[in-house]
């Protein structure tokens, strides 16, 4: 699925991080997407297609 997204946007991911959520904060964009989860605050890069295939929705829009 690919949506528009843009920085600080919170999306949901199908697969759940080790500390139990779903929900990530968008903090770069690019070739690769950097994220921030939401429950432990660890930080990941994904390439853009992965990503693309991973999310699974757009849960707010950052402002």
């Known amino acids: 699925m ?4 843009e920085l600080n946007d919170i999306v949901r991911l199908r697969k ?8 990530w904060r968008v903090v770069r964009l690019g070739v690769d997407v950097g994220l ?3 429950g432990c605050q660890h930080r990941i890069l994904l390439p853009r297609g ?3 295939k991973q999310v699974k929705l757009k849960v707010q ?3």
Not at 2 to 5: A, K, N, R
Not at 16 to 23: F, K, L, M, R, V
């Open 16 to 23: 759940q991080h080790p500390c139990g959520s779903t929900d």
């Open 36 to 38: 921030v989860c939401l």
């Open 50 to 52: 992965k990503f693309n």
């Open 61 to 63: 829009s950052g402002a």
């Open 2 to 5: 690919i949506m528009e997204i």
